[in-house]
């Protein structure tokens, strides 16, 4: 088992040994990383558009470090005046890391606690609207780029809300906005009298900006010590820094590993992290699968998939273990793949914070896989797509007062395995619902997950609608084309209004709406892409539903 460098881990490559070598020789002869510190396009692309302007996440920490006071400030002004709940608004980016902040740490005593909207699924924004005190509020209203239309909508309808409760004078002191200069967020932020804007460097792309206000000012309101996090991010740095020869630069050997692996058939990357970091998986599966997911190649991350044993996996996958010291819950998977031939990479991390280091890692290692795959990293040239055929949608039903219909397949396990009876090894299936998240549906489509696994042998994703198409959405339509995607529908128990603007009662459409028209738009767009897609309606019983197509004999 070969080292990565001091304080990361170790690799078990077996017969990829040779090759991930070869590759790393290449890196050094063509300076990679010498390059990609002096921001040097032409290692992925032969011309500059969206990558001189997409390479300031190498700096990010750095520049933060300063910034640390006034972030600061903001939360502790903030808890002065009694404000307890915090709930952010965005999408992707905006969102994932956040979360992860959130759910790996916690809330500090007396700082808010924060919550994670990214859904137009409308139970579950009420649950929001109705569980929170909007008295004691700050909804974060998140988006680089000023225009994402899931988080605008979230915005009218929680500023009518709060403008209800406590009056318009008062509203916009429980709003901030966290945008790039000059987007129509931040003219709206200014028009309604936002407590702050807070804007990001034009120069990070969504995906990279968790050390940038997008991730930081989420962490300073629940009390995370974001000075400590943001060092460790900056040991990350020097530890990748192009003075470190590439057999000891951790983001030059996982990076390497990760593409040349890809190359040799082993891109289903598979993620196995200690249960109190858990949340990092679904920030590394947007930062993996939107920056390789394109012009027909891509990295396929897993993601909290139950451990299963060797023989349920094909020749595809690449085993990356994230432990926490002291955590050994993956170490009899993790010497049973080794042992059964599978790459095995395993990480460590000393305490929490290591996230810090872990995430600049993973950046710079997904720059470098990019190298490899002959792609660039930071682009994502296959979301419009979908956004435009949504779009359409909703501009039908505008017009006609209905969205356009689809057939849905018959609600049995028989059609399920019909519609996968072509599945080839290499291929992979996705589940996308476009349904309430609960303990209950996630304990469900686990199930269904699984089986399927167990007896395709394939790599079964899961992804929540439309939180999906802002993580993995990229890739579906961008990869060889080797996805069965699986779409799950279902009635709304009830709905709510999106207004047309902030501040004012009128209506055009709602969040059911919305979303009906995303899940159509996306699976207009697979079917474009020349893609494979079945589409079930789950009807007003969500979990017999599911439970009806996995009642199949593994």
Same mark, same amino acid.
């Given at each position: 088992?070969?080292?990565?460098?001091?304080?990361?881990? $170790?690799?078990?490559?077996?017969?990829?040994?040779?090759?991930?070598?070869?590759?790393?020789?290449?890196?050094?002869?063509?300076?990679?990383?010498?390059?990609?510190?002096?921001? =040097?396009?032409?290692?992925?692309?032969?011309?500059?558009?969206?990558?001189?302007?997409?390479?300031?996440?190498?700096?990010?920490?750095? !520049?933060?470090?300063?910034?640390?006071?006034?972030?600061?400030?903001?939360?502790?002004?903030?808890?002065?005046?009694?404000?307890?709940?915090?709930?952010?608004?965005?999408?992707?980016?905006?969102?994932? !890391?956040?979360?992860?902040?959130?759910?790996?740490?916690?809330?500090?005593?007396?700082?808010? =606690?924060?919550?994670?909207?990214?859904?137009?699924?409308?139970?579950?924004?009420?649950?929001?609207?109705?569980?929170?005190?909007?008295?004691?509020?700050?909804?974060?209203?998140?988006?680089?780029?000023?225009?994402?239309?899931?988080?605008?909508?979230?915005? +009218?309808?929680?500023?009518?809300?709060?403008?209800?409760?406590?009056?318009?004078?008062?509203?916009?002191?429980?709003?901030?906005?966290?945008?790039?200069?000059?987007? $129509?967020?931040?003219?709206?932020?200014? +028009?309604?009298?936002?407590?702050?804007?807070?804007?990001?460097?034009?120069?990070?792309?969504?995906?990279?900006?968790?050390?940038?206000?997008?991730?930081?000012?989420?962490?300073?309101?629940?009390?995370?010590?974001?000075?400590?996090?943001?060092?460790?991010?900056?040991?990350?740095?020097?530890?990748?820094?192009?003075?470190?020869?590439?057999?000891?630069?951790?983001?030059?050997?996982?990076?390497?590993?990760?593409?040349?692996?890809?190359?040799?058939?082993?891109?289903?990357?598979?993620?196995?992290?200690?249960?109190?970091?858990?949340?990092?998986?679904?920030?590394?599966?947007?930062?993996?699968?939107?920056?390789?997911?394109?012009?027909?190649?891509?990295?396929?991350?897993?993601?909290?998939?139950?451990?299963?044993?060797?023989?349920?996996?094909? +020749?595809?996958?690449?085993?990356?273990?994230?432990?926490?010291?002291?955590?050994?819950?993956?170490?009899?998977?993790?010497?049973?793949?080794?042992?059964?031939?599978?790459?095995?990479?395993?990480?460590?991390?000393?305490?929490?914070?290591?996230?810090? $280091?872990?995430?600049?890692?993973?950046?710079?290692?997904?720059?470098?896989?990019?190298?490899?795959?002959?792609?660039?990293?930071?682009?994502?040239?296959?979301?419009?797509?979908?956004?435009?055929?949504?779009?359409?949608?909703?501009?039908?039903?505008?017009?006609?007062?209905?969205?356009?219909?689809? !057939?849905?397949?018959?609600?049995?396990?028989?059609?399920?395995?019909?519609?996968?009876?072509?599945?080839?090894?290499?291929?992979?299936?996705?589940?996308?619902?476009?349904?309430?998240?609960?303990?209950?549906?996630?304990? !469900?489509?686990?199930?269904?997950?699984?089986?399927?696994?167990?007896?395709?042998?394939?790599?079964?994703?899961?992804?929540?609608?439309?939180?999906?198409?802002?993580?993995?959405?990229?890739?579906? $339509?961008?990869?060889?084309?080797?996805?069965?995607?699986?779409?799950?529908?279902?009635? =709304?128990?009830?709905?709510?209004?999106?207004?047309?603007?902030?501040?004012?009662?009128?209506?055009?459409?709602?969040?059911?709406?919305?979303?009906?028209?995303?899940?159509?738009?996306?699976?207009?767009?697979?079917?474009?892409?020349?893609?494979?897609?079945?589409?079930?309606?789950?009807?007003?019983?969500?979990?017999?539903?599911?439970?009806?197509?996995?009642?199949?004999?593994?």
């Amino acid at each position: 088992m070969a080292t990565l460098s001091e304080g990361y881990g $170790k690799a078990s490559l077996g017969e990829h040994q040779v090759a991930v070598e070869a590759a790393l020789k290449q890196l050094a002869e063509q300076k990679v990383m010498s390059r990609i510190w002096a921001h =040097d396009y032409t290692i992925w692309e032969p011309e500059p558009t969206e990558i001189t302007n997409r390479l300031g996440w190498l700096h990010s920490a750095e !520049a933060m470090l300063g910034e640390v006071p006034q972030l600061e400030r903001l939360a502790n002004e903030v808890r002065a005046e009694g404000y307890r709940h915090a709930l952010l608004l965005g999408m992707g980016g905006s969102s994932l !890391a956040p979360e992860v902040f959130r759910l790996t740490f916690g809330v500090k005593k007396g700082y808010l =606690d924060l919550a994670v909207l990214d859904s137009t699924d409308p139970e579950t924004i009420l649950s929001h609207a109705e569980r929170l005190d909007l008295t004691r509020t700050l909804f974060i209203v998140s988006t680089k780029s000023g225009t994402t239309v899931e988080t605008l909508s979230l915005f +009218r309808f929680f500023y009518n809300q709060v403008m209800n409760t406590v009056g318009k004078d008062e509203a916009g002191q429980h709003f901030l906005a966290i945008t790039d200069p000059g987007t $129509k967020l931040a003219h709206l932020a200014e +028009r309604h009298r936002f407590r702050a804007v807070l804007f990001g460097d034009p120069n990070i792309g969504g995906r990279f900006s968790a050390f940038s206000p997008f991730g930081l000012v989420p962490a300073a309101l629940i009390g995370m010590d974001i000075r400590r996090m943001v060092q460790r991010a900056l040991e990350g740095s020097t530890d990748c820094a192009p003075s470190v020869e590439e057999e000891q630069n951790p983001g030059a050997w996982l990076g390497t590993i990760l593409g040349a692996l890809a190359k040799r058939g082993r891109d289903k990357l598979t993620l196995l992290i200690s249960p109190p970091l858990a949340s990092l998986g679904n920030w590394l599966e947007q930062l993996i699968a939107e920056s390789t997911g394109k012009e027909g190649r891509g990295i396929l991350p897993v993601v909290g998939e139950p451990p299963g044993s060797p023989d349920v996996y094909g +020749r595809d996958r690449l085993f990356v273990a994230l432990q926490l010291a002291g955590d050994e819950t993956h170490g009899a998977a993790l010497a049973a793949w080794e042992a059964a031939g599978h790459p095995v990479v395993c990480l460590s991390l000393r305490d929490r914070y290591d996230l810090g $280091k872990q995430m600049f890692l993973w950046e710079m290692s997904t720059a470098v896989a990019g190298y490899h795959l002959g792609i660039n990293p930071f682009d994502q040239p296959n979301v419009e797509s979908t956004k435009q055929r949504a779009r359409e949608m909703v501009q039908a039903y505008i017009k006609t007062g209905a969205l356009p219909s689809i !057939a849905s397949a018959p609600l049995d396990a028989a059609t399920l395995l019909g519609f996968l009876a072509q599945a080839q090894p290499g291929d992979y299936v996705a589940l996308h619902a476009y349904i309430p998240q609960t303990v209950e549906v996630d304990k !469900a489509l686990q199930t269904l997950r699984v089986r399927l696994r167990d007896r395709l042998r394939l790599a079964v994703t899961v992804g929540y609608g439309p939180r999906f198409l802002h993580s993995t959405g990229q890739l579906h $339509k961008g990869d060889a084309g080797n996805g069965f995607f699986i779409q799950f529908t279902a009635d =709304d128990a009830r709905d709510a209004p999106i207004p047309d603007e902030a501040g004012l009662p009128g209506s055009s459409i709602t969040f059911g709406v919305l979303k009906a028209a995303q899940a159509l738009g996306d699976y207009q767009a697979l079917l474009e892409a020349g893609r494979r897609v079945i589409r079930f309606h789950l009807g007003d019983d969500l979990l017999g539903g599911l439970k009806r197509l996995a009642d199949f004999s593994c």
